[in-house]
């Protein structure tokens, strides 16, 4: 399969099997398009393709030209660049009964909020349920559980979430505390991220999560205006001015690095690199802003009548990112960071995030889903920290999940680069989580177009 498009001045071809990038020029990018009209596969070109392709361009390339460019092309496909088949698909069944052990967890520190986002798929850290705060047994119990299934496997990663994680700090530090204990015990190595809104943090918080937390998520959504629309107090006042310079200090106390100001942009704000450039402006260099997921009641979900708008903002972004990159003041965008050398495994590629099997979430009181978005929905209850996994039936459905198992992921250019999407925005949409969510979809493949270019421009100048 072979994508190509056109972005901010720069032809581009993907070989999707491969993943290579090409960027070419006028010529070789309509030659590329030619043969993909006349069904080239894998395998050199013959001489009729020569012949074809001299006859429709003569009146626009001399022989000579077009001839070079398809040798030029003719090597890159047996170089296997170009037009390459699947070597994955027969790789499926294999994989399908590949043997997991659980990585990392993702623990309900606090199911409580000191905000009230209008958008928060956790109900304000309710989700479905009651307000409750881990305890210290149940979150030893968890980390137990990591450790006796994970197998030889020696990093593992535990995120505190919410809620707000804050709101039941010392038990944070009494579980950090536990695992680096079990790290010396057991031969493994926790890596502790946390998420959270920065209405508590002070210095002593600070200094503790610079010590013990790999990665520190911050959450605010750009603008003053924006961000204090979509995370007020429940008081109804804005969280911005409070939180702004907390962040400014967590970012520089950690050299800009380790770290991420998280947002969520939504149609009160389809302009939203304006935030994404508004936090860049207030020093922040570890930025994601990512399209709010919503049913299309709620009169702040993206509809796909917002598509063309919202890709146009990538678009821009993608631009601005490389000017500013040029000047010396350039600043990561996740959506944008790409990895075209090297990237995950083949594993990795076809199945995502490893929900249900890999990775679970853990509520306060101890139950197992297969990640935080499918909390409260019991059909998706895995077990508990007593018992164990029992729902083995609903590990296989996870295990089985890949872009194979998607039909409008097959012929997907963007299907290696989000593994066949979220499982809970598919679930919540299709009431499947072997479907897709087709807004992201759309915006994903825009994203992995607009990293490519960014990818191409700045390369010319290395």
Known sequence: MVHQYINNGYRIILDVNSGSVHVV??????????????NQGAGKLEADIYSGACDHFREKYEETQIKEALDEINELIESGQLFTEDIYEPYVKDFKKRDTIVKALCLHIAHDCNLACQYCFAEEGEYHGRRALMSYEVGKKALDFLIR???????????????????????????????????????KNFRFTLTTNGVLLNDEILEFLNQEMANVVLSIDGRKQVNDKMRPFRSKKGSY?????KFQ????????????VRGTFTR????????????????FE???????????????????????????????????????????????FFHFMIDLQGGPCVAKRISGCGSGTEYLAVTPWGDFYPCHQFVGEEKFLLGNVDTGIVNTDMVETFRGCNVY???????????????????????????????????????????VECAIMIKAALAQEE
């Not at 020029?25 to 006349?38: C, F, G, R, S």
């Not at 009160?268 to 020093?283: I, M, Q, R, T």
């Not at 009641?297 to 917002?306: G, H, M, N, S």
Request: glycine share 6%; proline share 2%.
């Open 25 to 38: 020029d006028e010529m070789v990018y309509e030659l590329v398009a030619y043969l993909k009209d006349n």
């Open 149 to 187: 299934n994970s197998g030889s496997r020696r990093n593992l990663e535990v995120d505190f979430f919410g809620g707000e994680p804050l709101m039941n700090f010392s038990v944070v530090k009494q579980l950090v505390a536990y695992g680096r204990e079990q790290e010396k015990i057991h031969d």
């Open 241 to 245: 001015d409070l939180i702004v310079p």
């Open 249 to 260: 200090k967590v970012a520089e106390s950690r050299n800009q690095t380790n770290y991420y």
């Open 268 to 283: 009160n704000n389809l302009d939203f690199s304006e935030d994404v450039l508004h936090l860049a402006d207030l020093g």
């Open 286 to 332: 570890q930025i994601s802003v990512e399209p709010v997921v919503a049913a299309e009641t709620e009169d702040y979900a993206l509809r796909k009548e917002d598509v063309p708008m919202i890709c146009q903002q990538y678009d821009k972004l993608a631009k601005e990112m490389v000017k500013r990159s040029r000047e010396g003041k350039c600043f990561q």
């Open 405 to 447: 198992a998607k039909d409008k992921c097959k012929n997907c250019f963007a299907k290696f680069y989000c593994s066949g999407g979220c499982a809970a925005n598919a679930y919540n949409f299709h009431g499947s989580i072997n479907d897709v969510y087709e807004i992201g979809c759309e915006l994903q493949r825009k994203r």
